[in-house]
């Protein structure tokens, strides 16, 4: 939420936040600390569907956007930069979502696994995705 002292959830520097840029949009991958508490909190907003929306700061590459009079729409073409992504409940983009998971959730089958992982999550590392 952009909050000042707002705890650090990922940085690119340590890989522990991954950035994919693609025609369709920007897509990123987060590891959370379990042992940081703000990031099991985070998680648990996300998880429930407290958080689910995101804003961005970048700065457009040179040419990388293009602008229709018409419309009055603005088309980024090309981000040169990423400086922050945030996970948000006013987001700045109404098309954004987030959504946690852990790479535990891909092996639960029946619901009751899904339950057993899911407690487990507070004691393992998860990521966030989108």
Do not use: C
Request: hydrophobic fraction near 35%; charge should be positive; proline fraction near 2%.
């Amino acid at each position: 939420n952009h909050a000042e002292g707002f705890t650090v959830l990922a940085r690119t520097r340590n890989r522990s936040l991954e950035l994919d840029k693609r025609s369709d949009g920007l897509y990123f991958r987060a590891e959370l600390q379990p042992e940081i508490q703000a990031h099991r909190d985070l998680f648990t907003a996300v998880k429930a569907g407290l958080i689910d929306k995101m804003s961005f700061g970048f700065r457009v590459a040179e040419d990388g956007d293009e602008y229709d009079r018409t419309t009055h729409t603005r088309r980024i073409k090309n981000i040169s930069r990423i400086y922050d992504l945030s996970l948000v409940d006013f987001p700045a983009y109404n098309q954004t979502f987030v959504e946690a998971r852990s790479r535990l959730e891909r092996f639960a089958g029946e619901d009751q696994l899904r339950k057993l992982l899911e407690v487990k999550l507070n004691i393992t590392k998860v990521r966030l995705s989108l």
